[in-house]
């Protein structure tokens, strides 16, 4: 997942590109080289702006009234979008458009380890919903200030849940269970599979969902 940062420094990239084609002479006449290359930066702010929203955000729902347009009307209507996005990421709007691009991921790794799971394969299930949840609290810590990392190396997973309670994120009971979720990854990552079953998975599973959407980084 992108830092906001770095949505913004996308977004600005192309938008003074299109800025610096928009202020040439005669760009507007869609014919030759011109033409093409509006063509090519409408495609470049569409990708992006399809990349940094969720789906069915507002912003998708604006590129799509710029389509079948020609290349420079396109462009100026794409302009219009991402810098709105733009303005809205620094105006504070970021934390809303992680959220959702982030709980979307997840989302889709949740229902791979869902569908693992239906089909017997437990362990790989376990793995996947591990590693979700470790990533989602890595978030939290960023999210929240807390630092993930020292001296230079990243912090375990069980250290940071540690700092998340400490940092009053959540109570010591959401912390015991994150801890209770993070054995579990551990055993499956290690190769304990007597160790837990299937119920334990499917409920590791609806555990960090519902941990997630209580908690969203």
């Known amino acids: 997942m992108l830092a906001i940062e770095d ?35 409408a495609n470049r702010l569409e990708a992006a702006v399809t990349r940094l929203t969720p789906d069915g955000s507002v912003y998708s729902h604006q590129l799509k009234r710029g389509q079948g347009l020609l290349p420079t009307s396109r462009l100026k209507h794409d302009y219009g979008v991402a810098v709105s996005l733009r303005d ?21 790794y949740l229902e791979m380890a869902e569908g693992l ?49 400490k940092a009053l994120v959540y109570d010591g009971l959401q912390q015991k269970q994150v801890t209770a979720w993070l054995d579990l990854r551990n ?15 499917r409920l590791f599973i609806d555990g960090v969902r519902a941990f997630m959407m209580k908690y969203p980084a």
Not at 35 to 41: H, Q, S, T
Not at 89 to 108: I, K, Q, R
Not at 148 to 162: E, I, L, S
Request: glycine fraction near 8%; proline fraction near 2%; aromatic fraction near 6%.
């Open 7 to 41: 949505m913004v420094r996308q977004l600005d990239d192309l938008i003074s590109k299109s800025d610096a084609l928009m202020a040439s002479p005669g760009w507007e006449y869609n014919n030759g080289a011109t033409k093409d290359e509006a063509g090519i930066l």
């Open 117 to 165: 799971l239906a089909k017997g394969y437990k362990d790989a299930a376990a793995v996947i919903t591990g590693s979700s949840l470790e990533v989602h609290v890595r978030a939290l810590c960023t999210k929240n200030g807390v630092t993930t990392a020292v001296a230079g190396k990243p912090k375990k997973a069980d250290t940071m849940n540690a700092d998340l309670k």
């Open 187 to 201: 055993k499956a990552a290690h190769g304990d599979y007597a160790d837990y079953d299937n119920p334990q998975v």
């Open 88 to 108: 809205d990421l620094n105006a504070g709007w970021a934390a809303t458009v992680v959220e959702l691009v982030h709980a979307d991921t997840f989302s889709d």
